[in-house]
């Protein structure tokens, strides 16, 4: 087993992605504009039909985009592949190889996040729940199942994230088109004793990401008004494909610490 080591990678994912800061923009490039265009169109009031083939437009564009520019991001950390030729907008076998692992990883996360939403936004439990506070019955039941709910999602939620901690390794495989199954099978051989290392890892990669648009968003809100909204949206996928060039630049430098150790132990 080859001890990883969470902080010092992370930092080096941070230091990758800033020194190769120009060509991931070139990557990313054409992705964020074809979001703009998305962001732009979106602006003008459109019947409730468009506007949702519009929403359903974006999220094809970033599910797209984000396969392209992480399989290219993997490339050039990986095997040194420079993508200066052109704008890159291939969708090939490599990239829908990668978007179809890459989708399955997510839904993992996504699901008992997605669960959590709707127990949070269901108003009428909460009001239910809650109605104790303003002087009102108890509903045992409803109280019940809120804190049962949320007692039960939030473990689930880290747990997700462990696992696709340890997964995600497989979708550097496919990147440089290795074998993504061979990888997934040994996965778990592979980072057995370093689950805790690559959920920290990861985590100093994309909450940093994440808080910044946070507090930025905040920060435009409260000084344009409803007039940040477009500009939320855009940083928002700024932030997220940011996000994807430091989660590959860490799992690629845990790729290769591990090929490393295996070298040597062969």
Same mark, same amino acid.
């Given at each position: 087993?080859?001890?990883?080591?969470?902080?010092?990678?992370?930092?080096?994912?941070?230091?990758?992605?800033?020194?190769?800061?120009?060509?991931?923009?070139? +990557?990313?490039?054409?992705?964020?504009?074809?979001?703009?265009?998305?962001?732009?169109?979106?602006?003008?009031?459109?019947?409730?039909?468009?506007?949702?083939?519009?929403?359903?437009?974006?999220?094809?564009?970033?599910?797209?985009?984000?396969?392209?520019?992480?399989?290219?991001?993997?490339?050039?950390?990986?095997?040194?592949?420079?993508?200066?030729?052109?704008?890159?907008?291939?969708?090939?076998?490599?990239?829908?190889?990668?978007?179809?692992?890459?989708?399955?990883?997510?839904?993992?996360?996504?699901?008992?996040?997605?669960?959590?939403?709707? +127990?949070?936004?269901?108003?009428? +439990?909460?009001?239910?729940?809650?109605?104790?506070?303003?002087?009102?019955?108890?509903?045992?039941?409803?109280?019940?199942?809120?804190?049962?709910?949320?007692?039960?999602?939030?473990?689930?939620?880290?747990?997700?994230?462990?696992?696709?901690?340890?997964?995600?390794?497989?979708?550097?495989?496919?990147?440089?088109?290795?074998?993504?199954?061979?990888?997934?099978?040994?996965?778990?051989?592979?980072?057995?004793?370093?689950?805790?290392?690559?959920?920290?890892?990861?985590?100093?990669?994309?909450?940093?990401?994440?808080?910044?648009?946070?507090?930025?968003?905040?920060?435009?809100?409260?000084?344009?008004?409803?007039?940040?909204?477009?500009?939320?949206?855009?940083?928002?996928?700024?932030?997220?494909?940011?996000?994807?060039?430091?989660?590959?630049?860490?799992?690629?430098?845990?790729?290769?610490?591990?090929?490393?150790?295996?070298?040597?132990?062969?």
């Amino acid at each position: 087993m080859v001890p990883i080591a969470a902080w010092p990678t992370a930092a080096m994912a941070y230091q990758v992605f800033f020194r190769g800061l120009g060509q991931f923009i070139w +990557l990313a490039g054409g992705w964020l504009t074809c979001l703009l265009g998305c962001v732009v169109i979106k602006m003008v009031p459109w019947p409730e039909s468009v506007e949702s083939l519009l929403a359903l437009l974006t999220v094809l564009v970033i599910a797209i985009g984000s396969a392209g520019v992480s399989v290219g991001w993997y490339r050039a950390l990986l095997v040194e592949e420079a993508s200066f030729a052109a704008i890159p907008f291939s969708l090939g076998f490599t990239e829908l190889r990668y978007f179809l692992y890459q989708a399955a990883i997510a839904l993992i996360v996504v699901a008992p996040v997605a669960l959590l939403c709707l +127990l949070l936004g269901w108003q009428p +439990l909460w009001a239910a729940a809650l109605s104790f506070l303003r002087g009102g019955p108890l509903n045992s039941r409803a109280l019940l199942l809120v804190t049962g709910g949320v007692a039960l999602l939030l473990p689930l939620i880290v747990l997700s994230f462990r696992l696709a901690a340890r997964l995600i390794l497989a979708l550097a495989a496919v990147a440089i088109d290795d074998s993504p199954g061979r990888l997934l099978r040994e996965a778990w051989r592979h980072t057995r004793g370093n689950t805790r290392a690559l959920f920290y890892g990861w985590l100093a990669c994309i909450v940093p990401v994440a808080l910044l648009w946070g507090l930025s968003s905040v920060i435009l809100q409260h000084a344009l008004g409803a007039l940040a909204g477009p500009i939320v949206e855009l940083s928002a996928y700024l932030c997220y494909f940011v996000a994807l060039g430091l989660t590959a630049g860490f799992f690629s430098s845990v790729f290769s610490q591990f090929a490393e150790g295996a070298s040597a132990g062969a």
